[in-house]
C-alpha cells in the first residue's frame, strides 16, 4: 500500500466475511435516475460506475422499493419484482467491475410514499395525507415482500444488502413513539416498537442464509416528542444480537429535516458523528457514521478516536468523485466541497426532478443530461 496521511482510513476492515479495501462508503443517495417506473437506467450505471471508481470500499446504492405501494417516487428504483433483476444485476456489475463492493438498500416508505393510499403503524398524517393502519396479516406481507426483495438483491450479484431503517420511513415509523401509537405487540414501549423491524430482519436473514444484511439505523429523529438515542440503542443492541453486518447511522427524518434549528446543524461538518459515537458504545458491529464528512483530516480523527468504523459519503463523493484518492494522495485543498448553504440536490429530488450539482466541473451537468430518459 502506498504511504498516505490518513492509515486509519486506508486501513482494510472484515466486515461480515467481506473485505473492505479501506473505510470509505458511499451513503445512499436517492437523485431520481431511476428510468420511470423503477429500472436501472443508463444514467444510474453512469452515475454509479463513477461512484465505484472513486476508490470508495463500499458502495451502498440508494433506497428501490420492496412494493409499490411503498414507494418514495415514480422515479425510486425497484426490486419488488423479478422483472427488474436484469437491470439490477448490470447494476451490481457495473459497481464490482471497478473494485468495490455494491450493496442495495431497500425500502418501504411507509406514510412517506407518493401514492394514493398510504400505509403506516398508526394514523398519523404525512403530507396532509391520514395513513391507512396497517393490519397484522398486511404486516406479513410486508414482512415477505422484504424478504424476497433482499433474495433478488442476492440474485442479482451484489455483496450486500442494507435494509432502511433510516430517514422517517416504515421501518422507522414503527420504533418512534410519535408515528406508533398501536395498542397491540407492536406499540407501546419500545421492545414492542422494535418488533417489526426484527421480523423483517429475521424474514430477511431466514431467506438469504448467510448473505450479509447491514441496516440504516435512525437514532434520532431530532423531534421532542421523537425517536432519542435512549430508546433506539435498544434496537442497536437487538440488530447486533441478530447478525446485522453493520449499523449505518443518521439523524433526522422529512419532519425535522427543515426545522431552522436542524438546517443550522447540518451545515457543520460531521453533524451526525455524535449519534454514531453513541451508538458504538452499544454495540461491536461496525458502525458508518455520514454528514457533511467534507475533509479526509475530519474522517480520519473520527476512526482514530474511534466514534466509528466507518465513513459513508453521500454528497460528499457526488460532488466530487475523487475525494478518495485526493485523500490518498494528500491533495486535501483540491477536494471539491459541497456548500454548506446549499440543498439544490435534495430540493430538485422532492419536485420529482433528477439532481445535479452547481458545483460540478462545466459540461458534467449536460453529458448527465443526455443519458437521462
Ligand atoms: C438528495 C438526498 C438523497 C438521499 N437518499 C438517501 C437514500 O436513498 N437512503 C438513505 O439511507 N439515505 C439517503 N440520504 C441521506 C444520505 O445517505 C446521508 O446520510 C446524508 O446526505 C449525509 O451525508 P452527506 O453529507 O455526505 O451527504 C439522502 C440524502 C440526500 C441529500
Ligand atoms: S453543493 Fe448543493 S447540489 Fe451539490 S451536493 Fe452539495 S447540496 Fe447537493
Known amino acids: 500500500m502506498s504511504k498516505t496521511a490518513y492509515p486509519n482510513l486506508f486501513k482494510p476492515l472484515k466486515v461480515d466475511g467481506l473485505r473492505l479495501k479501506n473505510r470509505i462508503t458511499m451513503a445512499p443517495l436517492y437523485l431520481g435516475y431511476a428510468a420511470p417506473g423503477g429500472k436501472v437506467s443508463p444514467l444510474m450505471l453512469a452515475h454509479y460506475k463513477l461512484m465505484a471508481q472513486s476508490g470508495a470500499a463500499l458502495i451502498v ?28 444485476h448490470g447494476l451490481a456489475k457495473a459497481i464490482k467491475e471497478e473494485k468495490a463492493l455494491a450493496a442495495l438498500q431497500i425500502n418501504h416508505a411507509g406514510r412517506f410514499a407518493q401514492v394514493a393510499e398510504p400505509v403506516a403503524p398508526s394514523a398519523v398524517p404525512a403530507f396532509g395525507a391520514t395513513p391507512h393502519v396497517l393490519t397484522r396479516k398486511e404486516m406479513k406481507t410486508i414482512q415477505k415482500q422484504y424478504a424476497k426483495a433482499a433474495l433478488r438483491v442476492q440474485r442479482a450479484g451484489f455483496d450486500l444488502v442494507e435494509l432502511h431503517g433510516g430517514t422517517g420511513y416504515l421501518l422507522a415509523q414503527f420504533v418512534s413513539p410519535r408515528t406508533n401509537t398501536r395498542t397491540d405487540a407492536y406499540g407501546g414501549p419500545i421492545e414492542n416498537r422494535i418488533r417489526f423491524p ?21 437514532a434520532d429523529e431530532w423531534l421532542p416528542d421523537g ?66 464528512i467534507s475533509t479526509p483530516g475530519l474522517a480520519e480523527s473520527i476512526l482514530r478516536e474511534k466514534k466509528a468504523d466507518l465513513i459513508g459519503l453521500a454528497r460528499m463523493l457526488w460532488v466530487d468523485p475523487e475525494w478518495p484518492r485526493k485523500a490518498r494522495k494528500g491533495l486535501d485543498r483540491s477536494i471539491i466541497k459541497c456548500s454548506p448553504k446549499c440543498d439544490a440536490c435534495l430540493q430538485l429530488v422532492m419536485q420529482g426532478k433528477p439532481a445535479f450539482c452547481p458545483r460540478w466541473k462545466k459540461g458534467k451537468r449536460a453529458e448527465y443530461k443526455a443519458l437521462f430518459q
Do not use: Q, W
Open 61 to 88: 446504492v440508494e433506497g428501490s422499493g420492496i412494493i409499490v405501494n411503498g414507494s418514495g417516487s415514480a422515479r425510486t428504483l425497484r426490486c419488488d419484482h423479478n422483472r427488474y433483476l436484469k437491470g439490477l
Open 227 to 292: 425517536l432519542h438515542v435512549e430508546e433506539s440503542r435498544v434496537l442497536a443492541k437487538t440488530l447486533e444480537e441478530n447478525g446485522v453486518a453493520y449499523i449505518s447511522v443518521m439523524g433526522g427524518t422529512y419532519e425535522s429535516f427543515f426545522l431552522p434549528g436542524v438546517i443550522k446543524e447540518s451545515r457543520k461538518p460531521g453533524y451526525m458523528v455524535s449519534l454514531a459515537e453513541a451508538i458504538k458504545r452499544e454495540v461491536k458491529v461496525p458502525v458508518i457514521t455520514a454528514g457533511r
Open 198 to 218: 426484527l421480523e423483517v430482519l429475521k424474514g430477511v436473514k431466514d431467506l438469504v442464509g448467510d448473505f450479509p444484511v447491514g441496516y440504516r439505523f435512525l
